[in-house]
C-alpha cells in the first residue's frame, strides 16, 4: 500500500494537497485520530475493493489525540507499513492573512489560545515531532494554489520508492526556499534582463538559456556544479531520504535560475535520479 500522511500548519493548504491526491487516485481520509491509524490499515487491507493508494490527514484538529502520533507511526512500523509523510509548512503573517480572508478560526482557539499569534506558537510546539519526522517538506508562503498541487503530484505520481531530486529555480529577492538542502548563487553570472530582447522572457525561452549558458563562466560553474548535485545526491540517496532539493537562484527567478535549473534536472534525470523541476518565482 502507498500510505500518505499529511500533516503541518493550519492554513498551509492542507484541503489542496488532498485534492491533488484524490486526482491522483488516492482515497482521502481528513482529521484522523493517530491512535484509529491501525484499524484504519486493517480494513483498508480487507477491502474487497483496491485501496493501494491512501492519504490521510492528520493534524491539530485532534486536540490531544496528536500527542499519540509518534507512538502509533511507530506502532504501524513495527507491523511492518510503510509510509511517506509531508509537513506542509507556512509563515505566520501569511497564515494570519489567510484566516482573515476565510474568517475561520484556528482550532486551538476553542481552549486556552485567546488569539491566532498564540495558537500558532503552541501548534509549532504540538508539530515540532511531526515536521522532524516528515519526509517531504514544503513551504507554502509564496504558492498559490495551483502551485501547490503541482508540487504534491509531481511528489506522488512518479515512483514513490525512490528519492526525488528536485531541481528548483527561486529569485533571492522573494526569500530562499526553507525546503533547501543546497542552495547555489547565481546573481554574479550574466543578466538576461539587461538585454532588451530577453527582459520579458525566461530560462523556459531558447534565447534566454543559450544566452545564459554562452559565457565561459555560466559553463564553468555548471560543470562543478553538476558534480556537487551528484555526489549529494547518492550520499541522501544512501542516508535513506525521501527528497533532496537543489535550489537555484537568481536575482527575479526567471532567467539564470531557470536555465540552471532546466539542464541540472535533464542531466540528472539522465544520470537514472527521480528528478522534479519546479520554478517558483517564475509568474511573479
Known sequence: MNLVIITGMSGAGKSNAVNALEDLG????????????????????????????????????????????????????????????????????????????????????????????????????????????????????LLKAGQLKERISSLFSGDSTAMVVQCMSFGFKHGVPPESDFVLDLRSLPNPFYVQELKAQTGLDKPVYDYVFSFEESNRLYE?????????????????????????GCTGGHHRSVSFARRIGADLAEKHFNVRIYHRDIEK
Not at 491566532?116 to 517531504?136: H, M, P, T
Not at 553538476?226 to 555526489?231: G, N, Q, T
Open 26 to 141: 488516492f482515497y482521502c481520509v481528513d482529521n484522523l485520530p493517530p491512535k484509529l491509524l491501525i484499524n484504519f490499515l486493517e480494513l483498508c487491507a480487507q477491502s474487497p475493493s483496491e485501496m493501494d493508494q491512501v492519504a490521510i490527514v492528520i493534524d491539530v484538529r485532534g486536540g490531544e489525540m496528536l500527542r499519540d502520533l509518534e507512538v502509533c507511526l511507530e506502532e504501524i512500523e513495527n507491523k511492518g507499513h510503510t509510509y511517506h509523510m509531508i509537513f506542509l509548512d507556512c509563515e505566520d503573517d501569511a497564515i494570519l492573512h489567510r484566516y482573515k480572508e476565510t474568517r475561520r478560526t484556528h482550532p486551538l482557539m476553542n481552549g486556552e489560545c485567546t488569539t491566532i499569534q498564540e495558537a500558532l506558537v503552541q501548534e509549532r510546539a504540538l508539530l515540532e515531532s511531526a515536521r522532524k519526522r516528515a519526509d517531504y517538506y514544503v513551504d507554502t508562503t
Open 224 to 248: 562543478k556544479l553538476l558534480d556537487m548535485a551528484v555526489m549529494l545526491a547518492q550520499l541522501a540517496s544512501a542516508e535513506g531520504r525521501s527528497q533532496f532539493t537543489i535550489a537555484l
